[in-house]
T-cell receptor, first 114, second 113 residues
Framework: GNSVTQMEGPVTLSEEAFLTINCTYTATGYPSLFWYVQYPGEGLQLLLKATKADDKGSNKGFEATYRKETTSFHLEKGSVQVSDSAVYFC?????????????FGTGTRLQVTL | DVKVTQSSRYLVKRTGEKVFLECVQD?????MFWYRQDPGLGLRLIYFSYDVKMKEKGDIPEGYSVSREKKERFSLILESASTNQTSMYLC????????????FGDGTRLSIL
C-alpha cells in the first residue's frame, strides 16, 4: 500500500536559518503530493502541493519539488521565522475509485527560536 | 475561503456513552472525511463519504459509524465510547479529483473517562 515517511522531529532552528524537512513516499501510479501545516490548537492547513513529476509547489517562502526518481518531496525554506513553529505533514493522494484519500506522514515538529 | 466547522473544540464523555461529533462544510464539496490524530501516529482515516448517504471505511473504522444525510454535514458516531478512543478528531472535505486538497476543521479534542 501507499506510505509516507518523514524525518523524525523535533527540528529546532534559530530564526533566519535554512530549513529542510525530508519526505519520501511509496505509491503505485502517479499521486499528487501535499504539505500541510498545523499550528498549535488548530486543524491542518494546506501549505503547498504538486501534482506531477518535477512540479514545484511554493507558498509563504516554502518550496517542495516532486522528484519521481527519488520518490521524494522535501520541504525547504530559506529563512525561517518564529511564526513558522508548527507541525508539518507530508501527504500523498490516492484515488480509490470513489474519492481521493490522503495518506499522511507522522508529522515533523519545527521549533524556531530567536 | 472554505470553512469546515466542527461542533465542539473540547468534549468529555464517559465510557459506554454514545458520542456524536458533527462537521459542516460550506463549499459544496462532494467528499467528507473523519480522521483521528494521535502523537507519533499522524492522521489515520476512520471513514469517508463521497456523496450523500454514501460512505466507505477507512483504515481504522472499528468502534465508529458515520452519517451523511445532507451534503454539507458529516457526523461521526462512537457507538459505545471507550478510553482508547480518547484522541483529537479532525474533519475534512474536498472536491472530487486526485489533485484536490482536503480542507480541515480545527478539530475536536475528545476525552473518554
Amino acid at each position: 500500500g501507499n506510505s509516507v515517511t518523514q524525518m523524525e522531529g523535533p527540528v529546532t532552528l534559530s530564526e533566519e536559518a535554512f530549513l529542510t524537512i525530508n519526505c519520501t513516499y511509496t505509491a503505485t501510479g502517479y499521486p499528487s503530493l501535499f504539505w500541510y501545516v498545523q499550528y498549535p490548537g488548530e486543524g491542518l492547513q494546506l501549505l503547498l502541493k504538486a501534482t506531477k513529476a518535477d512540479d514545484k509547489g511554493s507558498n509563504k517562502g516554502f518550496e517542495a519539488t516532486y522528484r519521481k526518481e527519488t520518490t521524494s518531496f522535501h520541504l525547504e525554506k530559506g529563512s525561517v521565522q518564529v511564526s513558522d513553529s508548527a507541525v508539518y505533514f507530508c501527504a500523498l493522494s490516492d484515488w480509490g475509485g470513489t474519492a481521493s484519500k490522503l495518506t499522511f506522514g507522522t508529522g515533523t515538529r519545527l521549533q524556531v527560536t530567536l | 475561503d472554505v470553512k469546515v466547522t466542527q461542533s465542539s473544540r473540547y468534549l468529555v464523555k464517559r465510557t459506554g456513552e454514545k458520542v456524536f461529533l458533527e462537521c459542516v462544510q460550506d463549499m459544496d464539496h462532494e467528499n467528507m472525511f473523519w480522521y483521528r490524530q494521535d502523537p507519533g501516529l499522524g492522521l489515520r482515516l476512520i471513514y469517508f463519504s463521497y456523496d450523500v448517504k454514501m460512505k466507505e471505511k477507512g483504515d481504522i473504522p472499528e468502534g465508529y459509524s458515520v452519517s451523511r444525510e445532507k451534503k454539507e454535514r458529516f457526523s461521526l458516531i462512537l457507538e459505545s465510547a471507550s478510553t482508547n478512543q480518547t484522541s483529537m478528531y479532525l474533519c475534512a472535505s474536498s472536491f472530487t479529483g486526485g489533485n484536490q486538497p482536503q480542507h480541515f476543521g480545527d478539530g475536536t479534542r475528545l476525552s473518554i473517562l
